[in-house]
Protein backbone atom coordinates (compact mmCIF):
# COMPACT_ATOMS: atom_id res chain seq x y z
CA UNK A 1 0.00 0.00 0.00
CA UNK A 2 1.74 3.32 -1.08
CA UNK A 3 1.67 5.82 1.37
CA UNK A 4 1.82 8.98 -1.30
CA UNK A 5 0.66 8.41 -4.37
CA UNK A 6 0.47 10.77 -6.87
CA UNK A 7 -0.98 10.44 -10.45
CA UNK A 8 -1.00 10.73 -13.22
CA UNK A 9 3.38 9.69 -13.41
CA UNK A 10 3.89 11.10 -16.64
CA UNK A 11 1.89 13.96 -18.28
CA UNK A 12 2.71 15.09 -21.74
CA UNK A 13 0.47 18.10 -23.03
CA UNK A 14 0.44 21.20 -25.19
CA UNK A 15 0.88 25.26 -24.38
CA UNK A 16 -1.98 26.96 -22.90
CA UNK A 17 -3.66 23.56 -21.64
CA UNK A 18 -4.95 23.42 -17.85
CA UNK A 19 -4.36 20.06 -16.21
CA UNK A 20 -4.57 18.70 -12.99
CA UNK A 21 -2.23 16.25 -10.82
CA UNK A 22 -3.50 14.35 -7.89
CA UNK A 23 -2.14 13.11 -4.31
CA UNK A 24 -3.27 11.28 -2.26
CA UNK A 25 -1.44 9.94 1.24
CA UNK A 26 -3.09 7.28 4.04
CA UNK A 27 -0.62 8.45 6.36
CA UNK A 28 -2.63 10.22 8.58
CA UNK A 29 -0.49 13.41 8.21
CA UNK A 30 -2.06 16.35 8.79
CA UNK A 31 0.25 18.54 6.50
CA UNK A 32 0.29 17.73 2.72
CA UNK A 33 3.31 19.80 0.20
CA UNK A 34 4.09 20.42 -3.67
CA UNK A 35 7.47 20.22 -4.68
CA UNK A 36 8.68 21.05 -7.90
CA UNK A 37 12.23 19.65 -8.93
CA UNK A 38 13.22 21.84 -12.30
CA UNK A 39 15.93 21.26 -15.09
CA UNK A 40 18.83 22.11 -12.87
CA UNK A 41 17.51 19.36 -10.44
CA UNK A 42 16.57 21.76 -7.11
CA UNK A 43 13.54 20.65 -5.27
CA UNK A 44 11.74 23.41 -4.21
CA UNK A 45 8.45 23.96 -2.11
CA UNK A 46 5.63 25.29 -4.16
CA UNK A 47 2.55 25.01 -1.51
CA UNK A 48 1.77 23.13 1.85
CA UNK A 49 -1.80 22.62 3.43
CA UNK A 50 -1.82 21.91 7.05
CA UNK A 51 -6.17 21.62 8.30
CA UNK A 52 -6.70 22.62 5.09
CA UNK A 53 -5.50 25.74 5.04
CA UNK A 54 -2.85 26.93 3.16
CA UNK A 55 0.42 27.79 4.93
CA UNK A 56 3.23 28.43 2.43
CA UNK A 57 3.33 29.59 -0.71
CA UNK A 58 6.69 29.91 -2.37
CA UNK A 59 6.72 32.47 -5.73
CA UNK A 60 4.89 30.38 -7.46
CA UNK A 61 2.58 32.08 -10.30
CA UNK A 62 -0.80 32.22 -9.49
CA UNK A 63 -2.38 29.74 -12.55
CA UNK A 64 -0.85 26.85 -10.00
CA UNK A 65 -3.22 26.68 -7.75
CA UNK A 66 -3.79 23.87 -4.77
CA UNK A 67 -6.96 21.94 -3.69
CA UNK A 68 -7.33 20.12 -0.89
CA UNK A 69 -10.79 18.52 -0.61
CA UNK A 70 -10.13 16.45 2.75
CA UNK A 71 -6.99 16.05 4.72
CA UNK A 72 -5.47 13.02 2.82
CA UNK A 73 -5.61 14.79 -0.48
CA UNK A 74 -3.81 17.57 -1.77
CA UNK A 75 -4.33 18.56 -6.02
CA UNK A 76 -2.15 20.66 -7.83
CA UNK A 77 -4.28 22.31 -10.89
CA UNK A 78 -2.56 24.39 -13.52
CA UNK A 79 -3.92 26.63 -15.73
CA UNK A 80 -2.03 28.09 -19.23
CA UNK A 81 0.65 25.66 -19.02
CA UNK A 82 3.76 26.83 -20.20
CA UNK A 83 7.11 25.44 -21.77
CA UNK A 84 8.84 26.39 -18.21
CA UNK A 85 6.08 24.47 -16.47
CA UNK A 86 8.20 21.17 -17.44
CA UNK A 87 9.73 19.81 -14.46
CA UNK A 88 8.58 16.89 -11.97
CA UNK A 89 6.08 17.88 -9.40
CA UNK A 90 6.22 15.51 -6.38
CA UNK A 91 3.54 15.78 -3.42
CA UNK A 92 4.85 15.23 -0.10
CA UNK A 93 3.23 14.60 3.18
CA UNK A 94 4.34 14.89 7.31
CA UNK A 95 2.81 15.20 10.37
CA UNK A 96 3.14 18.67 12.02
CA UNK A 97 3.53 18.70 15.71
CA UNK A 98 5.09 22.25 15.85
CA UNK A 99 7.86 20.94 17.66
CA UNK A 100 9.48 17.32 16.84
CA UNK A 101 11.41 16.88 13.72
CA UNK A 102 8.82 14.71 11.38
CA UNK A 103 10.09 13.85 8.00
CA UNK A 104 8.50 14.50 4.67
CA UNK A 105 7.28 11.38 2.91
CA UNK A 106 7.19 11.98 -1.00
CA UNK A 107 5.13 10.60 -3.58
CA UNK A 108 7.18 8.98 -6.68
CA UNK A 109 6.94 12.22 -8.95
CA UNK A 110 4.89 13.39 -11.68
CA UNK A 111 6.72 13.91 -14.95
CA UNK A 112 5.51 16.86 -17.00
CA UNK A 113 6.72 17.79 -20.09
CA UNK A 114 4.43 20.94 -21.66
CA UNK A 115 4.78 20.60 -26.07
CA UNK B 1 20.98 32.36 -4.78
CA UNK B 2 21.85 28.19 -3.61
CA UNK B 3 21.44 28.36 0.33
CA UNK B 4 22.48 24.96 0.11
CA UNK B 5 25.13 23.17 -1.88
CA UNK B 6 26.24 20.05 -2.96
CA UNK B 7 29.90 20.48 -5.05
CA UNK B 8 30.02 17.03 -6.32
CA UNK B 9 27.57 15.89 -8.89
CA UNK B 10 28.57 12.32 -8.85
CA UNK B 11 30.47 10.31 -6.28
CA UNK B 12 31.96 6.84 -7.33
CA UNK B 13 33.24 4.42 -4.50
CA UNK B 14 34.05 0.46 -4.07
CA UNK B 15 31.76 -1.90 -1.81
CA UNK B 16 32.85 -1.86 0.99
CA UNK B 17 34.91 1.54 1.30
CA UNK B 18 33.77 4.91 2.88
CA UNK B 19 31.20 7.31 0.75
CA UNK B 20 31.79 10.67 2.10
CA UNK B 21 28.82 13.52 0.47
CA UNK B 22 29.59 16.86 1.54
CA UNK B 23 26.99 19.64 1.86
CA UNK B 24 27.69 23.39 2.42
CA UNK B 25 24.78 26.30 3.41
CA UNK B 26 25.07 30.09 3.35
CA UNK B 27 21.92 30.84 5.91
CA UNK B 28 23.47 30.49 9.28
CA UNK B 29 19.74 30.68 10.99
CA UNK B 30 19.66 27.40 9.45
CA UNK B 31 19.16 24.83 12.40
CA UNK B 32 18.19 21.85 11.43
CA UNK B 33 19.68 19.11 8.53
CA UNK B 34 18.58 16.08 6.55
CA UNK B 35 19.42 13.94 4.19
CA UNK B 36 17.02 12.39 1.90
CA UNK B 37 18.24 9.48 -0.71
CA UNK B 38 16.35 8.82 -3.89
CA UNK B 39 16.23 5.93 -6.15
CA UNK B 40 15.06 6.95 -10.17
CA UNK B 41 11.51 7.21 -10.78
CA UNK B 42 11.23 7.03 -6.54
CA UNK B 43 10.64 10.36 -4.26
CA UNK B 44 13.44 11.20 -2.42
CA UNK B 45 12.85 8.98 1.10
CA UNK B 46 14.14 10.47 4.68
CA UNK B 47 17.93 9.07 5.32
CA UNK B 48 19.36 10.68 8.45
CA UNK B 49 19.09 14.41 10.06
CA UNK B 50 20.98 16.17 12.65
CA UNK B 51 19.72 19.08 14.85
CA UNK B 52 22.03 22.37 14.96
CA UNK B 53 22.95 21.49 18.81
CA UNK B 54 24.44 18.64 17.77
CA UNK B 55 27.42 18.06 15.83
CA UNK B 56 27.33 14.35 15.12
CA UNK B 57 24.16 11.54 14.83
CA UNK B 58 24.91 8.13 13.51
CA UNK B 59 22.30 5.65 12.40
CA UNK B 60 23.26 2.02 11.23
CA UNK B 61 26.19 2.77 8.94
CA UNK B 62 25.31 6.17 7.96
CA UNK B 63 26.28 8.96 10.31
CA UNK B 64 26.26 12.53 9.14
CA UNK B 65 28.57 15.00 10.67
CA UNK B 66 28.04 18.84 11.13
CA UNK B 67 30.82 21.41 11.45
CA UNK B 68 28.51 25.00 12.10
CA UNK B 69 31.68 27.56 12.19
CA UNK B 70 32.40 26.13 8.71
CA UNK B 71 28.50 25.92 7.89
CA UNK B 72 29.18 22.27 6.54
CA UNK B 73 27.80 18.80 6.83
CA UNK B 74 28.88 15.46 5.80
CA UNK B 75 27.12 12.03 5.19
CA UNK B 76 29.62 9.15 6.34
CA UNK B 77 28.53 5.53 4.49
CA UNK B 78 30.44 2.49 6.06
CA UNK B 79 30.51 0.17 4.89
CA UNK B 80 29.55 1.03 1.65
CA UNK B 81 27.20 -1.20 -0.81
CA UNK B 82 25.78 -1.75 -4.41
CA UNK B 83 22.26 -1.14 -2.70
CA UNK B 84 23.38 2.24 -1.61
CA UNK B 85 23.68 3.86 -5.13
CA UNK B 86 20.88 6.78 -5.44
CA UNK B 87 20.81 10.61 -5.52
CA UNK B 88 21.64 11.99 -2.05
CA UNK B 89 19.88 15.35 -1.31
CA UNK B 90 20.86 17.35 1.61
CA UNK B 91 18.59 19.68 2.82
CA UNK B 92 18.44 22.10 5.61
CA UNK B 93 15.26 24.13 7.21
CA UNK B 94 15.38 26.85 9.63
CA UNK B 95 11.56 26.52 10.92
CA UNK B 96 13.07 25.21 14.68
CA UNK B 97 12.72 21.76 13.23
CA UNK B 98 9.60 21.99 11.30
CA UNK B 99 10.04 20.39 8.35
CA UNK B 100 7.51 23.05 6.23
CA UNK B 101 10.45 24.85 4.78
CA UNK B 102 13.07 22.66 3.69
CA UNK B 103 15.69 24.34 1.23
CA UNK B 104 17.31 21.32 -0.91
CA UNK B 105 20.79 21.28 -2.48
CA UNK B 106 21.07 19.78 -6.01
CA UNK B 107 22.33 16.14 -4.95
CA UNK B 108 24.89 14.15 -5.62
CA UNK B 109 24.25 11.25 -7.56
CA UNK B 110 26.73 8.10 -5.60
CA UNK B 111 27.69 4.64 -7.47
CA UNK B 112 28.83 2.12 -5.69
CA UNK B 113 30.71 -0.26 -7.64
CA UNK B 114 30.56 -4.36 -6.03
Known amino acids: DTAVSQTPKYLVTQMGNDKSIKCEQN?????MYWYKQDSKKFLKIMFS???????INETVPNRFSPKSPDKAHLNLHINSLELGDSAVYFC??????????????FGSGTQLSVL | DQQVKQNSPSLSVQEGRISILNCDYT??????FLWYKKYPAEGPTFLIS?????DKNEDGRFTVFLNKSAKHLSLHIVPSQPGDSAVYFC?????????????FGKGTKLSVKP
Open chain 1, 92 to 105: ASSHRSGTSNEKLF
Open chain 1, 27 to 31: LGHDT
Open chain 1, 49 to 55: YNNKELI
Open chain 2, 27 to 32: NSMFDY
Open chain 2, 50 to 54: ISSIK
Open chain 2, 91 to 103: AASDYGGSQGNLI
